[in-house]
């Protein structure tokens, strides 16, 4: 069975850094791109960073510059790595991929992200 895995998850400070990764397992039949969304309490889900196959990157304008998206195709896993957290940061988020075949929109079950002020 394809899954999504995700973990890094926490409690942070404000100013603070967290990296969270997300690992693909299963019969995987292509990685393509691949991202993260968030969804904060009584909010909709919302594009946090995306990166393709050949590792161009897209961002939400409220994490620009503070978090990075990247990839290892060789561990089918994508990381997000967040510097700078605000409280605003809190949420739920979760991984994305196209991993090809019925596969192509998986969703992970997320992991908190709690920045306290």
């Known amino acids: 069975q394809v899954q999504l895995v995700e973990s890094g998850g926490g409690l942070v400070q404000a100013g603070g850094s967290l990296r969270l990764s997300c690992a693909a397992s299963?019969?995987?039949?292509?990685?393509?791109?691949m991202g993260w969304y968030r969804q904060a309490p009584g909010k909709q889900r919302e594009l946090v960073a995306t990166i393709t196959s050949g590792g161009n990157t897209n961002y939400a304008d409220s994490v620009k510059g503070r978090f990075t998206i990247s990839r290892d195709n060789a561990k089918n896993t994508v990381y997000l790595q967040m510097n700078s957290l605000k409280p605003e940061d809190t949420a739920v988020y979760y991984c994305?991929?196209?991993?090809?075949?019925?596969?192509?929109?998986?969703w992970g079950r997320g992991t908190q992200v709690t920045v306290s002020s």
């Open positions: 994305n991929a196209d991993l090809g075949g019925w596969y192509r929109d998986t």
């Open positions: 299963g019969t995987i039949f292509s990685l393509n791109a």
